[in-house]
């Protein structure tokens, strides 16, 4: 175990800490954390019960694998945390003794360890870097911490992205001197598992290893294929041949390995990365039939390619699309694909906040600054951002007054606080969203035309989900990534081809809900029927037309386009008043 550095003061970082520590102290600090922090960041019950539903693979790879270490677990005072994909704990287990204790450091479900939360951690340091690490002791940045060792590596689904977390915590004075090993055998075999059940009717998987006795172990390298379409991999075949989601659904198979004979069931091939390798093929359900033809691409991939290299220019990137179709999913993906990604990816609902607090959640504030104010202040997600993404969804809502201030930070790349004298310097990748008309809404005199052609530089659409290509493809997509494989559950063609026509006004979000009742109410085992389909949801009768007349107009002008002010002239809502207007652009 490698000696520890001790620290000279507070607010200094520790003397020789590791550079992915220091850089995680400095990013600590521009959070606002101060090491005395004694705030516990969780979410509610019924949040966490969201988060364990939209990680079910927790429950079916990781669950089985905790039980398997049990005894391992609790010979030691220590216990292993998974969390999901923002550092949210959602499962905890190990020695019964040192659970009760670890309740004192917030490591039971619920609670929110990334590092904007708690500062340096394993956690969300591992989140940060996307890499293994430690934290040991005075290395953690909150003094509540202290007494904790921590070992932490993310867990990566087959399409490249990090689906969570897996720490082992134990006391600092007696940490486990094995605790990396077991964690690295851990997230493999959790990686191995998940990419084994993406193992379907037309996929197959392609086992390879310089050994030819790990074959068949976790610690084999895994590449699942389409027909000769590289779809995913583990992690450990991604580190192999330096793979990114961005080479899943193009890259194909004669890249990797020129000249292969896909029929052959066992092989030693040349790949083209000069390595030889053992091969062993898993062929799908149907048999695979030859080299044939390969499926067509993701409309949509040419376009995701080149928003990838506009964010990577630092070129503002505005996506649009139906609510539902996967704006937020779009800007997570170019994020983690982006020289940005070593940053934040910071995300704001600009609908979903009250008028009122939204310029300080951009822009931040000084203690005191306003009534109710942190006695801390707050940096802002703009400062947050900085060195990576930031994220404004629904920036159609953006109130007039607060548009004015955004692109002048935009514009000048500096940052003033509420209250404050200062500027601060700010760099971030700036992907915006919204499902509304932009130029109508600048038309209507809602959004400013300046804003709009800073903000869409260059512009991205996401088709609805009954536009999509393939769907019938998709669908097995997601219900594979949902965990079926897991539970030997399995749709029929006549369920994929009903679903495959319904309309889906509620596009991805709707049909992922649909999967998770299928999945909830069947057995393992099953096979879903139509009978176990459930009927499609009336949609709502529109309300009738409401006619603007000029005087709601003639408000927005004396209130200097502040909606707020507006409506109360009006004696309405600021809701009601946006209903209006955009009634009256529909018409």
Known sequence: MPQRARFLAPAQSPVGLPCQLEDSWQRSLSYGLTRDDDAQPWVASTQLKDARAENSWVKHLVTPMLSRLATELTSHPSIMVMSDATGLVLETHGNNDFLHKAQRYALSPGNLWGEHARGTNAIGTALALQQH??????????????????????????????????????????????????IRRAVCEIEHAWTMSALGANRWLLSLHHDQAVLGSARELLLIFEDTTLLGANKLAMDEFSL?????????????????????????????????????????????????????????????????????????????????????????????????RNGNFVAINCAALPEHLIESELFGYVPGAFTGASPKGYIGKCREADGGVLFLDEIGDMPLALQTRLLRVLQEKKV??????????????????????????????????DLLYRIQEFHVRIPPLREWPQLERFIHKLWHELGAPCRDLTLSDEVVSALARRPWPGNVRQLLSQLRVLMALAEDGDRITLADLPGEMPLARPPEPVVVQVDEQSAIAEAQGNMSLAAKKLGISRSTLYRRLEKRQAG
Do not use: M
């Open 133 to 182: 690490c430690e934290v040991s002791g005075g290395e953690h940045y909150l003094n509540r911490n202290a007494g904790l060792f921590c070992s932490a590596a993310p867990v990566f689904r087959p399409d490249g992205h990090i689906a969570g977390v897996l720490d082992l915590s134990t006391p600092a004075l007696a940490p486990r001197r094995d605790a990396a090993a077991l």
């Open 244 to 340: 990114t989601c961005g080479h899943f659904g193009v890259l194909n198979i004669d890249t990797l390995f020129p000249g292969i004979d896909v029929r052959a069931g066992e092989s030693i091939q040349d790949a083209s990365n000069h390595r030889r390798y053992y091969t062993r093929q898993t062929l799908p359900a149907r048999r695979y039939s030859g080299r044939g033809t390969t499926q067509p691409q993701d409309g949509l991939a040419v376009e995701k390619e080149k928003a990838l290299r506009i964010v990577n220019a630092g070129i503002a990137l505005c996506v649009t699309g139906e609510t539902g179709c996967g704006k937020e999913y779009l800007a997570r993906e170019l994020y983690t694909r982006s020289q940005w």
């Open 416 to 449: 003033t606080p509420l209250g404050a004298n200062s500027t601060w310097n700010v760099n971030f990748a700036l992907i915006c969203a919204t499902h509304q008309d932009l130029t109508t809404r600048v038309q209507a005199g809602l959004f400013r035309e």
